[in-house]
């Protein structure tokens, strides 16, 4: 566990396991009915508290929600990627075309 | 389940009617039928007025633009005298970025109507980034609840995005791993909350969309002095294609094809947690489409008002490698970068251009946003460095959904593939037996009547397919 304690009022994210993987529906396949179906939800730290413990927060539609505390202001990770060398050229072959073609935009 | 679930999902019915206030029970009629158009009618609301709710909230009147170049394009393929001019609708410019804007606008405002304190949505797509937008111009509370991760906690870079969006619109995202009971804890907020259910398959939701095809006619009309002859629509939950098709009908546009367009992903199952991120769409592709098309009424309401086979003249599919395709055309030859899911209509009407003649028109009816986590560059660098997918150019029929992705070599391989529309209708009729739980001896002249008028046939042609 994670010494560092959270403020009270922090933004942070939970998370907690809905269903374990015996309670899973019955219609799903194997793979999904092999693992937990778990749940993150964000909001504020209702009382001080480290990385990793039980905590409730706040929501931003003022719910109750009890969870682990997983981290303080969570990131965006997503981004653009990288370029894809396969796609650069689509443009330059597209006019090519049209002026082979004689075609008027 | 577990004993907390359970109990709400004996309670769902009751649950649902409380948190959308329509008693669906009086559209029933004898048999397998209902009466749709009742229902549409029972919303209350005629086109000028959903015009006037979204304008409150500024949504609609999005431009049409004519794709000059990829006209030039497809001309430069399609035969002598063929290659229709392309126009496409240009969604994006919606508050939230899509046309799900024009859904939530009546959702949100049928709440605020209603007194709801809030709305929830279950969406991991547009539709949520557009109920968060929408609930808070009208000052109401929203969750999203979202189906984002696998088991590994990956998330799919573009409901990383949505998360994101819904979340700068001041919402609460609820986020879960895979799996259909994310629609109980669904239902469990909706009980916890008592705030409305914004469905997408609600009568005014759908009826949102009518403005979408009423001005694709008026346009057209303005710009080409004649209607169009092909709207061609995204088709996930059928909700796009049944909104746009009765617009056009309401404009009088009684000859224009209306054309469902889905990104094929045969072969990865929705609810497996292995194949969850070995799509490279979201939504437009067949894993919605062709369920909901056969069996409309499978959603969080009891009667579905989105009823894609009721309007479709024809179906066509494309491939994932051939929408990356288009989209980079859209960017890098009109200078819009938008998409990618969007985008699959427009790659099918740079192939039914090339079918019809350079006087016609063809439509494709949306754009979206795009953004990071969404773009083409997230998605592809997502499929071929997370999951080994392989990214190549080539021949887009060699393509096997979650293994590769195959970009077309050049732009007479995006070729838009027929599917069988007599097929879906045989399933469609399988599943209203299945569902109704009687075999077709017991289907009665009124039932097929109404079979008929949901697939957009004949009752001979219904008796013909069905062998009845």
């Not at chain 2, 229902?39 to 304008?55: N, V």
């Not at chain 2, 039914?352 to 439509?363: G, K, S, T, W």
Request: net charge negative; glycine share 8%; aromatic share 6%.
């Amino acid at each position: 566990m994670d010494e560092k304690i959270i403020k009270k009022g922090s933004w942070v994210q939970i998370h907690y396991i809905v269903l374990q993987p015996s309670e899973r529906a019955d219609n799903v396949p194997q793979d999904t009915k092999q693992v937990p179906l778990e749940l993150w939800v964000k909001g504020y730290l209702d009382n001080d508290a480290p990385i990793g413990s039980n905590v409730t927060i706040t929501t931003m539609t003022d719910r109750k929600v009890q969870g682990t505390l997983v981290s303080q202001n969570p990131p965006y990770t997503h981004t653009f990627g990288r370029q894809i060398p396969e796609l650069l050229s689509v443009g330059k072959e597209l006019h090519a075309l049209i002026s082979k073609a004689g075609e008027k935009a | 389940m577990n004993s907390v679930f359970d109990s709400v999902a004996e309670r769902k019915n009751e649950i649902l009617k409380k948190a959308l206030g329509i008693d669906y029970s009086e559209f029933e009629l004898p048999g397998v039928a209902f009466d749709y158009e009742g229902m549409m009618g029972k919303i209350g609301y005629t086109l000028d007025e959903i015009r006037s709710i979204q304008a409150e909230t500024n949504i609609g009147n999005t431009p049409m633009l004519e794709l000059r170049n990829l006209t030039a394009a497809a001309r430069a393929l399609a035969g002598p005298g063929k290659g229709a001019r392309i126009f496409v609708k240009d969604e994006a410019t919606n508050p939230s970025g899509s046309f799900k804007a024009r859904r939530a606008a009546m959702s949100c405002h049928y709440a605020q109507q209603r007194g709801y304190a809030g709305v929830i949505a279950a969406s991991s797509g547009n539709y949520g980034a557009a109920v968060a937008s929408q609930a808070n111009m009208r000052n109401l509370k929203a969750i999203i609840v979202q189906e984002l991760f696998d088991s590994h906690h990956v998330g799919q870079p573009e409901i990383l995005e949505k998360g994101r969006i819904c979340e700068a619109f001041g919402a609460e995202v609820v986020q879960l791993t895979v799996g259909p009971e994310l629609f109980i804890e669904f239902l469990r907020l909706l009980d916890e909350t008592s705030y409305c259910s914004a469905s997408l398959y609600s009568p005014f939701a759908i009826a949102g969309i009518e403005t979408l095809g009423y001005e694709i006619a008026d346009q057209v009309r303005s710009m080409c002095n004649r209607d169009p002859d092909a709207v061609v629509i995204t088709n996930a939950g059928g909700g796009n294609l049944t909104g746009t098709a009765r617009g056009l009908e309401k404009a009088g546009c009684t000859n224009t094809k209306v054309i469902a367009a889905s990104v094929d992903i045969t072969g990865l199952h929705m609810a497996s947690d292995k194949a969850f991120n070995r799509k490279s769409f979201t939504t437009g592709h067949t894993g919605f489409g062709m369920p909901f098309s056969t069996w409309p009424d499978r959603t969080d309401v009891p009667r579905n008002a989105a009823r894609s086979l009721r309007y479709t003249d024809r179906y066509v599919t494309v491939t994932q490698g051939e929408v990356f395709y288009m989209t980079e055309a859209l960017a890098q030859i009109e200078g819009l970068e938008r998409g990618p899911a969007g985008n699959t209509s427009l790659t099918a009407a740079f192939s039914l251009a090339q079918e019809m003649d350079r006087d016609q028109v063809i439509v494709v009816q949306e754009t979206e946003y795009t953004g990071a986590g969404k773009h083409v560059t997230a998605q592809l660098s997502f499929a071929r460095e997370k999951l080994g997918i392989n990214v190549r150019r080539g021949n887009p029929k060699e393509q096997i959904p979650g293994e590769n992705i195959i970009i077309p070599e050049g732009p007479e391989l995006v070729k838009a593939q027929n599917v069988d529309l007599d097929d879906l209708k045989r399933s469609y009729c399988k599943n209203i037996l299945k569902m109704n739980n009687m075999s077709k001896e017991q289907l009665t002249e009124a039932d097929i009547q109404f079979i008929a008028e949901d697939t957009k046939s004949t009752k001979e042609h219904i008796k013909k397919l069905f062998v009845l």
